[in-house]
């Protein structure tokens, strides 16, 4: 869309980004004097009853999470063939962006223990985000100096209930390297898939890899699925040697094994960050039971 042009009665100020399914763009509210994000979903979309239902529900589950660090949905409808959303501007940049080389260890637990709380208020909800990773984290200043951290699109949310279904077209939406074991093999879900997917975001953010990297996706879901992730340690000399015990216990094979919530999992990083009581190693759970893949319809 053109700058300065209106749509929904919002005045297009520019393009904040874009993705598969649609684009961003930073608006005038078209009565209050306030500074909103338009989310768009492409025109050729439209007609796809399957991703505009996606697309409604992401408005839908937000609206009932009103958190601090949970961006906040304001409004959505149709207007000429194409669904919006607009929700609140975050002035600032995604987690994606950041430099994990030059990224202090100490603000990478912080912005995950951030992260950790909008997550378990959605969880409490009965609310998986099911896409946690470093551009779905949004990071601003407050005018208090602090650094503000929010977690936002909730495009492929769904209610516990619902989280181990596939989509109607038997198709995979999550992001690849950040992927749960469950959300892989089809299994039934619940906070601790997030919990998975919120540590594989807190390895980028130390070392700037994710944990199973390879240009093959096969191979990044035999990783997911079967391998034990490579030592934090290994990859960014200097770092303690607790935290790879703590990432190997949020990323374990099984949900049981994991932390029992996100901000455990984040208190638990920082606390083996700056030298506290360390967790127990994943073995000290019991055996590792790799996880055999089940083939997705239509892959």
Known sequence: ?????????????????????GEVYLAKHPRLPRLTALKLLNQELFSDSEVRARFEREADLVARLEHPNIVTVFDRGAEDGRLWISMQYIDGIDAATVDPRTLPPAR??????????????AHSGNVLHRDVKPANILLAHGRDGQERVYLTDFGIARVVDDAGRLTQTGSFTATLAYASPEQLTGAAMDGRSDQYSLACTLYWLLTGAVPFESTHPAAVIQGHLQQSPPPVTAVRPGLPGALDAVLARAMAKRPADRFASCAEFAEAAKQALTGGVAPRAHSDFGPRTPVHPVPLAGR
């Open 1 to 21: 869309m053109r700058d300065g042009e209106i749509f929904a009665g919002y005045a297009i100020e520019r393009q904040l980004g874009r993705g598969g399914m």
């Open 108 to 121: 990478a637990v912080q912005i995950v223990a951030e992260t950790a709380k909008a997550l378990d208020f």
